[in-house]
């Protein structure tokens, strides 16, 4: 019997805590005041490095996260700058993760070597007002259509467990199914006293059935990854996503939380039998 493939993901948080939005899941907030590290634009030397360290790490996907809304001509030109230095030299994919953006920022930094691009609708249409009121869902869906048509391969996904009922996360993955996304980051919200959310929402079984509805729901082959609050959410059970339809996972740390030790998480996947793929296609 073949043995399933899990792709591994690594995200860098090159620009920290410095973001004027509202949005009620985020440390990254200035308005919420969470106790994290707050920094800005890491050298892009240390990005390269750490690069090298991912793809060590077998990461065959690297992703360059910045705080912050959208994309401006500064944060283009800091991107693409990285871009080119890590394709001199590391053969990975390469993914960037900077707010919303227009079609010709995003060619830009395409031209640079970006391949792919997340941005998460983060909730449905419906619901969103309620986690966040200094920008739209309709522009982050713009943004989505923009990637896909500069070439890009989109990554998009959403937060559950932020209070939205089985009728806001059925709008929000019909929505998902509609942008036919190269791979889907499924994300379990994990509490901060600083914010306004109170807690998680869901129970484990209804993450499991998270994760199964969407797996069913988009295209064979497209990759469905479970990334933050991945240890929060379920706890010792976290390698059953496995089991759901999950197929990607992001290790080591995430923008503001800590994840699993990486030496920790790869000798246990290999452990229960799976292959870590060293291809992203």
């Not at 394709?87 to 390469?94: S, V």
């Not at 010792?236 to 030790?261: E, H, M, P, R, W």
Request: proline share 2%; hydrophobic share 35%; with cysteine.
């Amino acid at each position: 019997m073949e043995k399933k493939l899990i792709y591994l993901c690594a995200i860098n948080n090159i620009e920290s805590g410095i973001c004027p939005e509202d949005c009620s899941f985020c440390t990254q907030s200035t308005k919420h005041k969470a106790n994290i590290t707050r920094y800005s634009k890491k050298s892009i030397q240390a990005v390269v490095q750490e690069a090298k360290i991912a793809k060590k790490n077998k990461a065959v996907g690297y992703c360059l996260v910045t705080a912050g809304a959208r994309m401006d001509d500064e944060k283009v030109e800091y991107i693409s700058k990285i871009a080119r230095e890590i394709k001199k030299t590391i053969d990975i994919n390469l993914i960037a993760c900077n707010g919303m953006a227009t079609y010709e920022q995003l060619k830009q930094i395409k031209k640079a070597g970006v391949d792919s691009y997340n941005h998460n609708l983060e909730s449905s249409r419906s619901y969103y007002q309620n986690i966040c009121t200094t920008h739209s869902w309709e522009e982050r869906f713009q943004t989505c259509l923009y990637i896909k048509k500069a070439g890009l391969n989109l990554c998009t996904g959403g937060i559950f467990g932020m209070g939205e009922d089985i009728k806001d996360r059925d709008e929000l993955i019909q929505n998902i199914k509609e942008l036919e996304p190269k791979s889907t980051a499924i994300n379990f919200f994990h509490p901060n006293d600083a914010l306004p959310i109170p807690k998680n929402s869901l129970s484990i079984d209804e993450a499991f059935g998270i994760i199964k509805t969407i797996k069913d729901s988009l295209k064979k082959g497209t990759k469905i990854m479970v990334a933050g609050g991945r240890e929060y959410m379920f706890k010792d059970k976290q390698y059953q996503i496995f089991d759901y339809g999950a197929n990607s996972i992001v290790i080591g740390d995430y923008l503001t939380t800590l994840g699993t030790t990486v030496s920790k998480e790869l000798s246990t996947i290999e452990k229960l039998g799976f292959d870590i793929s060293q291809d992203c296609h």
